[in-house]
């Protein structure tokens, strides 16, 4: 569940919770209302804890990228070249 998702899970407990006065027989909507808050809250809270080891924006939590060495032969002779952030 990302940020996003969490932030409506508990905007609709909230409405349940606080905006919706209707009497039901079975369940209670109010209770509902709360655990859908609490839902929301332990998501957001989780989606900021990992965030980083997401990806995220940057590059994820190396934040270095990636590097490797290219050694090329031809009949000019050899190149070596170094190349970042290379998708391998």
Same mark, same amino acid.
């Given at each position: 569940m990302g940020m996003g998702t969490s932030i409506v899970v508990f905007a609709v407990g909230a409405i349940l919770r606080f905006a919706v006065s209707v009497t039901t027989t079975g369940f209670n909507i109010h209770t509902i209302g709360v655990i859908l808050m609490i839902v929301g809250a332990v998501g957001f809270l989780l989606s900021i804890a990992f965030w980083s080891s997401w990806g995220g924006f940057g590059g994820g939590a =190396? =934040? $270095? =990228? %990636?590097? !490797? !060495? *290219? &050694? #090329? %032969? $031809?009949? $000019? $002779? &050899? *190149? #070596? !070249?170094t190349e970042e952030n290379a998708n391998y």
């Open positions: =190396g =934040g $270095g =990228g %990636s590097r !490797r !060495r *290219v &050694t #090329t %032969s $031809g009949p $000019g $002779g &050899t *190149v #070596t !070249r």
